[in-house]
């Protein structure tokens, strides 16, 4: 096909469009926090920073507990995504290649649970912990996250699963390997993908999660990244720099995980398997 | 010692029943090919003696020991897949090895054995590649190396020569013959590929709806068909059929012509199909006549589809023949190699 | 090869007369208990952390707790009388009404806008397959952040663009005003979650062999066409299935909204997910906010059967 010199130029405003709408807001706020505080608030906003400073970032770390906050985000998060990979990979090995019995109907109810209000159940989920003692600590709040992002782990993982032909699981039996045997040495090196898309799905559930983390939490020294940055937000006077300084620190580790698996979790998402 | 006997045999999905009762021995070292149109149960049957399903009832048995209950792995076979089902993580040594690895071989006879089948198949130079990086044909081969290094009791195979192109596949069709005479296991080969079976096979099962319908050598199956099944699956182009009856000597056709087959059969009227492949008509001076619809020259012979009787036909000649489709020639029967059918049982007679 | 042969006669043997060595589980079995034990894990979790709760759920409706461990008694279906003739908790459904559609209207209109551009085959468009996903990549607090920024009354660069273009006379002040306080969390909700919607919606158009477009070509069908003949129709079912899930994540979304307007002004902003938690922690009236919890799930099962019923595509 030939694109005319109108179409071409279309194609281009269009383009620049999406990259605006995606790429903008973040680089608005990212440039913003290398700016000193006078020039953030100038009438006129200034493209990019006229001085590089890094004071809102020093502040941060120095008068702030967001350094704590932090490692504790980091320290839930990497659990939540350990043991969400785990127990959903394995899980999925059941449902989708062992075929237990039930798995269909399994498969069904954990597409349903996906779809659960998670906010609704804050109340009860609350009180569950709270007679088990895990309430204001970091291990209460992984469990809760593995329990909400494992289901549409499951969901994602299928299409990674039905992607391995079968031919593979039988030749390796013929060879003489039993389930487990082939669930390490076929499935999983196969399954790299896939175990890359719940990694970062996983990852970015907890990195975010605010509702439970806000009410289970309540010592200062164990709250996470959302209800540090959060309460900044709310406080009497807003530091805008500090906040961007610190909304963007926020983001950074998970752009790092997406830039290295993110493909692949694009991969999962438009393999067709995932809905329909 | 690795004869295999199947007793018996049901397979059932539910209240479907895919396998009705199949019994078969197949000797030590004999060449065995299922062959059936799609549907027919031979790959099922192929993975009931692999143990990748559960028989439902009868008896399997590899070299006098019944494999029903045991595990593909306890069965001491190997099987060469239809998309060859090679580990893509895993470089051709690597494909070749994991079975020995996972039954604790050690490294030097690993070694050993791998470059015993790496040597037979050619393979040498591709050991350390990966499967995406080998052609179909060597793809095929590697298929093979991971069955040989298992030196297992019986060879199984699921159509493996399907994905290939037709002069690749009748490359690979002598290399996995000369292979098997080389190393004489017991195989059960698995096409829907008649010729593949006529040419690789000591001994042919014919299957169709779960059932066999004939075991034989190959040349049997296509000289003496039990039944209208066998006859018309096995032969390319497939026999040709004519419905009619015995009249004194000859063979009535049912649009009244009559055919001289040179039979004494008591002609007690019972509808009948006369069986004869298109190799078998011959030009003659007089005869029955043929009406030709279409003529496909090859060179070495001449194909003739066209209409004898009243039933459409397929006709092969050894000479050139001249007419144009619409003219009409004249052709007679080899009486010898006639076939005659009960049209109601559909027995051979 | 003998002794092996020897084993084999044996094992045999063992089969025919039920000695010791009789395999007792076949292949189908072993594999069977050793799928349960990995599904375990899983099943267990969602069962004590999801289903658990959700009975639990029904028993604190039916009592007056206040604090979670504090003594409550049963109330029998009082909470249950008050939600329903609760004006706020009407109020907040509406808001949620609100809340759905335009997220629904804005979200699917930009993801398949974005989905039609990531479809061409040019570099820029296969990397922004990936890199679209960057908005729904940034924790829930960065958006608040970003987007509080973004429309700020004073300083926020969209107030002073409606300015410079006389569009607006005086700043706009968003998150302060009863209207637009919904039309701004809606818009920061929507650049989150858009690019999801997108690539699953990418995903489906890439699955549409490239020869139906072809055969439309050739049959003289313009761009519109192809896309209402081919393209819509193709996506069909991935647009119900989005507008479903979609519409329940939506529903159910808390953070954004509690982040940026904490449900204010006021009240402006306070969807049932906001005001079941400002009931149950800031009202400390715990059991009134699972019966709202309980309403509010029948009536997103009542939305979610009504939706399957009008908006399911037709098999054929």
Same mark, same amino acid.
């Given at each position: 096909?030939?694109?005319?010199?109108?179409?071409?130029?279309?194609?281009?405003?269009?383009?620049?469009?999406?990259?605006?709408?995606?790429?903008?807001?973040?680089?608005?706020?990212?440039?913003?926090?290398?700016?000193?505080?006078?020039?953030?608030?100038?009438?006129?906003?200034?493209?990019?920073?006229?001085?590089?400073?890094?004071?809102?970032?020093?502040?941060?770390?120095?008068?702030?507990?967001?350094?704590?906050?932090?490692?504790?985000?980091?320290?839930?998060?990497?659990?939540?995504?350990?043991?969400?990979?785990?127990?959903?990979?394995?899980?999925?090995?059941?449902?989708?290649?062992?075929?237990?019995?039930?798995?269909?109907?399994?498969?069904?109810?954990?597409?349903?649970?996906?779809?659960?209000?998670?906010?609704?159940?804050?109340?009860?989920?609350?009180?569950?912990?709270?007679?088990?003692?895990?309430?204001?600590?970091?291990?209460?709040?992984?469990?809760?996250?593995?329990?909400?992002?494992?289901?549409?782990?499951?969901?994602?993982?299928?299409?990674?699963?039905?992607?391995?032909?079968?031919?593979?699981?039988?030749?390796?039996?013929?060879?003489?390997?039993?389930?487990?045997?082939?669930?390490?040495?076929?499935?999983?090196?196969?399954?790299?993908?896939?175990?890359?898309?719940?990694?970062?799905?996983?990852?970015?559930?907890?990195?975010?999660?605010?509702?439970?983390?806000?009410?289970?939490?309540?010592?200062?020294?164990?709250?996470?990244?959302?209800?540090?940055?959060?309460?900044?937000?709310?406080?009497?006077?807003?530091?805008?720099?500090?906040?961007?300084?610190?909304?963007?620190?926020?983001?950074?580790?998970?752009?790092?995980?997406?830039?290295?698996?993110?493909?692949?979790?694009?991969?999962?998402?438009?393999?067709?398997?995932?809905?329909? | 010692?690795?004869?295999?006997?199947?007793?018996?045999?049901?397979?059932?999905?539910?209240?479907?029943?895919?396998?009705?009762?199949?019994?078969?021995?197949?000797?030590?070292?004999?060449?065995?090919?299922?062959?059936?149109?799609?549907?027919?149960?031979?790959?099922?049957?192929?993975?009931?003696?692999?143990?990748?399903?559960?028989?439902?009832?009868?008896?399997?048995?590899?070299?006098?020991?019944?494999?029903?209950?045991?595990?593909?792995?306890?069965?001491?076979?190997?099987?060469?897949?239809?998309?060859?089902?090679?580990?893509?993580?895993?470089?051709?040594?690597?494909?070749?090895?994991?079975?020995?690895?996972?039954?604790?071989?050690?490294?030097?006879?690993?070694?050993?054995?791998?470059?015993?089948?790496?040597?037979?198949?050619?393979?040498?130079?591709?050991?350390?590649?990966?499967?995406?990086?080998?052609?179909?044909?060597?793809?095929?081969?590697?298929?093979?190396?991971?069955?040989?290094?298992?030196?297992?009791?019986?060879?199984?195979?699921?159509?493996?020569?399907?994905?290939?192109?037709?002069?690749?596949?009748?490359?690979?069709?002598?290399?996995?013959?000369?292979?098997?005479?080389?190393?004489?296991?017991?195989?059960?080969?698995?096409?829907?590929?008649?010729?593949?079976?006529?040419?690789?096979?000591?001994?042919?099962?014919?299957?169709?709806?779960?059932?066999?319908?004939?075991?034989?050598?190959?040349?049997?199956?296509?000289?003496?068909?039990?039944?209208?099944?066998?006859?018309?699956?096995?032969?390319?182009?497939?026999?040709?059929?004519?419905?009619?009856?015995?009249?004194?000597?000859?063979?009535?056709?049912?649009?009244?012509?009559?055919?001289?087959?040179?039979?004494?059969?008591?002609?007690?009227?019972?509808?009948?199909?006369?069986?004869?492949?298109?190799?078998?008509?011959?030009?003659?001076?007089?005869?029955?006549?043929?009406?030709?619809?279409?003529?496909?020259?090859?060179?070495?012979?001449?194909?003739?589809?066209?209409?004898?009787?009243?039933?459409?036909?397929?006709?092969?000649?050894?000479?050139?023949?001249?007419?144009?489709?619409?003219?009409?020639?004249?052709?007679?029967?080899?009486?010898?190699?006639?076939?005659?059918?009960?049209?109601?049982?559909?027995?051979?007679? | 090869?003998?002794?092996?042969?020897?084993?084999?006669?044996?094992?045999?043997?063992?089969?025919?007369?039920?000695?010791?060595?009789?395999?007792?589980?076949?292949?189908?079995?072993?594999?069977?208990?050793?799928?349960?034990?990995?599904?375990?894990?899983?099943?267990?979790?969602?069962?004590?952390?999801?289903?658990?709760?959700?009975?639990?759920?029904?028993?604190?409706?039916?009592?007056?707790?206040?604090?979670?461990? !504090?003594?409550?008694? =049963?109330? /029998?279906?009082? $909470?249950?009388? &008050?939600? %329903?003739?609760? #004006?706020?908790?009407?109020?907040?459904?509406?808001?949620?009404?609100?809340?759905?559609?335009?997220?629904?209207?804005?979200?699917?209109?930009?993801?398949?806008?974005?989905?039609?551009?990531?479809?061409?085959?040019?570099?820029?468009?296969?990397?922004?397959?990936?890199?679209?996903?960057?908005?729904?990549?940034?924790?829930?607090?960065?958006?608040?952040?970003?987007?509080?920024?973004?429309?700020?009354?004073?300083?926020?660069?969209?107030?002073?663009?409606?300015?410079?273009?006389?569009?607006?006379?005086?700043?706009?002040?968003?998150?302060?005003?009863?209207?637009?306080?919904?039309?701004?969390?809606?818009?920061?909700?929507?650049?989150?979650?858009?690019?999801?919607? !997108?690539?699953?919606? =990418?995903? /489906?158009?890439? $699955?549409?062999? &490239?020869? %139906?477009?072809? #055969?439309?070509?050739?049959?003289?069908?313009?761009?519109?066409?192809?896309?209402?003949?081919?393209?819509?129709?193709?996506?069909?079912?991935?647009?119900?299935?989005?507008?479903?899930?979609?519409?329940?994540?939506?529903?159910?979304?808390?953070?954004?909204?509690?982040?940026?307007?904490?449900?204010?002004?006021?009240?402006?902003?306070?969807?049932?997910?906001?005001?079941?938690?400002?009931?149950?922690?800031?009202?400390?009236?715990?059991?009134?906010?699972?019966?709202?919890?309980?309403?509010?799930?029948?009536?997103?099962?009542?939305?979610?059967?009504?939706?399957?019923?009008?908006?399911?595509?037709?098999?054929?």
């Amino acid at each position: 096909m030939t694109i005319s010199p109108l179409n071409a130029l279309l194609r281009w405003v269009v383009w620049a469009a999406l990259v605006f709408l995606v790429v903008g807001p973040i680089y608005w706020v990212v440039s913003a926090s290398f700016k000193e505080t006078a020039e953030i608030i100038r009438p006129v906003p200034t493209l990019w920073p006229h001085r590089v400073v890094f004071e809102n970032y020093a502040y941060l770390f120095t008068s702030t507990k967001y350094p704590r906050y932090l490692l504790n985000s980091l320290i839930v998060a990497a659990a939540t995504m350990m043991v969400t990979t785990a127990i959903t990979t394995i899980a999925g090995y059941a449902i989708y290649r062992l075929r237990v019995w039930g798995a269909d109907w399994m498969s069904r109810a954990i597409l349903l649970i996906y779809l659960a209000p998670t906010t609704l159940l804050l109340v009860p989920i609350y009180s569950l912990l709270a007679a088990v003692g895990l309430v204001n600590t970091l291990a209460g709040l992984v469990i809760v996250n593995v329990a909400f992002a494992s289901p549409f782990c499951v969901w994602l993982l299928r299409g990674f699963y039905e992607a391995i032909p079968i031919s593979l699981h039988e030749a390796a039996e013929v060879d003489g390997a039993g389930p487990m045997t082939i669930f390490w040495r076929i499935y999983l090196p196969l399954l790299a993908p896939g175990i890359g898309t719940i990694v970062l799905y996983a990852f970015i559930y907890s990195w975010t999660e605010f509702a439970f983390a806000s009410q289970l939490i309540v010592t200062d020294g164990l709250k996470t990244l959302p209800m540090g940055l959060g309460a900044l937000v709310g406080s009497y006077y807003i530091n805008w720099g500090l906040l961007m300084a610190g909304a963007s620190l926020a983001t950074l580790p998970a752009v790092l995980l997406f830039a290295i698996v993110g493909r692949y979790f694009v991969r999962g998402l438009t393999s067709g398997a995932v809905i329909g | 010692m690795s004869e295999l006997q199947i007793r018996d045999v049901h397979k059932k999905y539910g209240v479907l029943e895919v396998i009705h009762s199949i019994s078969l021995d197949v000797a030590d070292g004999e060449f065995i090919a299922l062959v059936g149109p799609s549907g027919c149960g031979k790959s099922t049957l192929l993975r009931l003696i692999a143990g990748l399903e559960e028989i439902t009832s009868g008896e399997i048995s590899i070299g006098g020991r019944a494999v029903n209950r045991l595990a593909p792995k306890q069965r001491d076979i190997a099987m060469v897949f239809q998309t060859y089902a090679l580990y893509p993580h895993m470089n051709v040594e690597d494909n070749m090895s994991f079975s020995l690895r996972l039954a604790k071989v050690g490294e030097k006879e690993r070694q050993e054995r791998v470059g015993k089948a790496a040597e037979i198949l050619g393979l040498q130079p591709y050991l350390k590649r990966y499967p995406r990086q080998l052609s179909g044909g060597q793809r095929q081969r590697v298929a093979m190396g991971r069955a040989i290094v298992r030196d297992p009791a019986i060879y199984l195979f699921d159509e493996p020569l399907s994905n290939l192109d037709s002069k690749l596949r009748v490359a690979m069709r002598s290399e996995i013959k000369e292979n098997h005479q080389r190393l004489k296991t017991t195989t059960v080969y698995v096409t829907h590929d008649q010729i593949e079976a006529m040419t690789m096979a000591d001994r042919i099962v014919v299957l169709n709806g779960g059932r066999i319908e004939q075991v034989g050598a190959p040349l049997d199956l296509y000289d003496k068909p039990d039944n209208l099944f066998v006859a018309s699956f096995i032969g390319s182009p497939a026999m040709n059929f004519i419905e009619g009856t015995i009249r004194g000597g000859d063979f009535l056709a049912a649009d009244g012509t009559a055919i001289p087959v040179g039979f004494s059969l008591p002609g007690d009227g019972r509808p009948l199909q006369l069986g004869i492949r298109p190799e078998h008509l011959r030009l003659s001076a007089e005869g029955i006549a043929l009406y030709v619809r279409t003529i496909e020259p090859t060179g070495a012979e001449t194909l003739i589809h066209g209409t004898l009787a009243g039933v459409p036909v397929a006709a092969i000649f050894r000479e050139r023949i001249a007419a144009q489709p619409g003219q009409s020639i004249t052709v007679s029967l080899d009486v010898d190699k006639t076939h005659l059918f009960d049209a109601a049982t559909s027995m051979r007679i | 090869m003998v002794m092996l042969e020897h084993s084999g006669q044996f094992l045999y043997a063992d089969l025919v007369s039920g000695g010791a060595n009789r395999p007792i589980w076949s292949r189908k079995q072993i594999e069977q208990v050793i799928g349960y034990i990995l599904v375990a894990p899983l099943l267990c979790w969602m069962l004590v952390v999801l289903i658990y709760p959700i009975f639990s759920l029904l028993a604190l409706s039916l009592t007056n707790t206040r604090i979670i461990g !504090a003594p409550a008694s =049963f109330i /029998a279906a009082e $909470n249950y009388v &008050a939600t %329903l003739q609760s #004006a706020p908790f009407w109020a907040s459904v509406a808001r949620s009404l609100v809340w759905l559609l335009g997220n629904i209207f804005l979200g699917t209109v930009v993801a398949l806008a974005a989905a039609l551009l990531l479809r061409q085959s040019w570099l820029l468009a296969r990397h922004a397959r990936v890199w679209i996903l960057l908005p729904w990549v940034i924790p829930t607090v960065a958006v608040s952040v970003i987007w509080q920024w973004m429309l700020n009354t004073n300083y926020g660069v969209i107030n002073i663009a409606l300015q410079h273009l006389a569009i607006t006379s005086a700043p706009l002040n968003i998150f302060g005003s009863r209207q637009l306080a919904m039309v701004g969390v809606i818009v920061a909700n929507t650049w989150h979650w858009f690019p999801l919607s !997108a690539v699953v919606m =990418f995903g /489906a158009m890439h $699955n549409i062999p &490239a020869d %139906l477009y072809e #055969a439309a070509q050739i049959d003289g069908a313009n761009s519109w066409q192809q896309f209402r003949h081919i393209t819509l129709p193709s996506i069909e079912k991935v647009l119900f299935a989005l507008g479903l899930v979609g519409g329940l994540w939506t529903l159910n979304v808390f953070d954004t909204i509690y982040l940026i307007t904490r449900g204010g002004p006021s009240d402006a902003t306070q969807t049932l997910p906001v005001l079941i938690y400002d009931t149950a922690f800031k009202g400390q009236r715990i059991g009134l906010a699972a019966a709202m919890s309980v309403v509010a799930i029948c009536l997103l099962a009542a939305l979610a059967t009504l939706y399957a019923r009008i908006a399911a595509p037709k098999e054929e």
